[in-house]
């Protein structure tokens, strides 16, 4: 394996886990703020998949990588700009019709990519993905009952849903962009083509919205530079309070 | 030789036969279907291969720990414990005797097969209590990431049921 596909593929799969590390932090700050009990509980199981998906993401991208860092070190020793997540999962969580909103339109992208990645010629990501992907549909369930809850319920919830669509909808292309060092690896059936997600995607979201009474937003310039590295300021102030133990107390372990 | 392997693996299963799951201790793991095999490696120590759940279930770390311990116990310290990720847990691993324990525990246990993957079409679930199906779910997440939280509408009980996966 040259170098240069070697580092392509370590840096497909930890953007696969700092897209589940980021949203499975992100959701966890609703645990005691969450609208009802029952949402607390929801959020925080639904974050903590997330959390399982990033470990096993970034142990094996560790692995790969063979430079003795492990999900851990990956986790909590990067810096901003290496993370590799998209914009859509670091954005504040805003009020819950904006977080559900981005629920279901990250789950339901997740689902259909780890539908195909558990076919991967890469038995390892095959595997995570298998087992994930049971626990995504029911993100992606749970979260659509809400939109749909939200969307054709009283105006207030409508319009609350309608704004929190509004608000996510900028980040929505940066999901399907095929980053071009990516090539060779979908060549070789180990990645997925993340734009061949995007029609069957749309159909997904378009009944969710039909049934919830709300529109399909109109085309935006979508938001891009998350895989890249760029972030919005959003992201370092979470990672300061995540890397807070490990930045001040190195190595430190319980 | 075949016959030390198989006294072998018998007495490491007999060793973690009664670990009981750290979340739902009525059950035991061998029930829950989390131990996939136990197998006697070259050197004749043996390992043992455990499947976790749900990825993110914090009950992982602990079922090692308390296999690891019952390991000890039996004097079997030198045995592997080794996590493997396929083919994914379902809850149709879920043993008869460990669904008989779930519902006198008060856990509505899982249907099999058919009911995975279609829970929003799927019937009510069976009140452990008082075994009516007039009953309504609560919440889709649970106290656990494997269960999720019910009503029972003729005798007014809130219950668990286990996830279908």
């Known amino acids: 394996m040259s170098d240069q596909h070697l580092q392509a593929r370590v840096a497909s799969i930890i953007a696969l886990g700092d897209d589940a590390l980021v949203l499975g932090q992100r959701i966890g700050e609703w645990c005691g703020h969450a609208p009802t009990l029952e949402l607390d509980l929801s959020l925080a199981n639904l974050g903590l998949d997330l959390i399982g998906q990033a470990t096993l993401f970034l142990n094996y991208a560790g692995e790969l990588e063979g430079q003795g860092r492990n999900g851990d070190a990956l986790a909590f020793r990067r810096d901003v700009y290496d993370f590799r997540n998209c914009l859509l999962v670091e954005q504040p969580n805003g009020d819950f019709g904006r977080t559900i909103v981005r629920q279901l339109l990250f789950s339901a992208y997740q689902r259909l990519l780890f539908e195909s990645l558990a076919k991967s010629a890469d038995s390892r990501l095959a595997e995570i993905a298998a087992k994930a992907v049971k626990e995504v549909s029911y993100h992606e369930r749970l979260a659509a009952d809400w939109v749909v809850r939200l969307g054709d319920g009283t105006e207030e919830s409508h319009n609350r849903a309608k704004d929190g669509l509004a608000w996510n909808w900028r980040f929505v292309d940066e999901l399907f962009a095929v980053d071009p060092a990516e090539a060779e690896l979908l060549t070789a059936g180990l990645m997925v083509d993340r734009n061949a997600l995007r029609a069957p995607w749309d159909r997904i979201i378009g009944t969710v919205l039909s049934d919830a009474t709300l529109q399909i937003p109109p085309p935006v310039r979508g938001v891009v530079g998350g895989r890249t590295g760029r972030h919005s300021e959003h992201l370092g102030h979470m990672l300061s309070e995540m890397q807070f133990l490990q930045r001040a107390y190195p190595g430190a372990s319980w | ?165």
């Open chain 2, 1 to 165: 030789m075949n016959a030390m392997v198989i006294d072998r693996a018998d007495r490491i299963w007999a060793a973690i036969a009664d670990v009981p799951d750290p979340e739902i201790p009525a059950i035991t793991l061998l029930d829950l279907g989390v131990v996939r095999d136990v197998r006697v490696t070259s050197d004749g120590a043996g390992e043992i291969l455990i499947t976790p759940t749900y990825t993110g279930c914090p009950a992982t770390i602990a079922i090692h720990a308390m296999v690891r311990t019952a390991l000890d116990d039996a004097g079997l310290g030198d045995v592997q414990i080794r996590s493997i990720l396929s083919p994914p847990w379902t809850t149709d691993w879920i043993s008869d005797e460990g669904r008989a324990k779930l519902r006198a525990y008060g856990i509505a246990p899982p249907e099999r097969g058919d009911g995975r993957g279609s829970l929003k079409e799927e019937g009510p679930a069976v009140c452990p209590q008082c075994n009516s199906s007039n009953t309504v779910e609560i919440s889709r997440f649970g106290s656990t990431p494997c269960k999720a939280l019910w009503k029972c509408q003729d005798c007014s009980e809130p219950f668990d049921r286990f996830k279908c996966i």
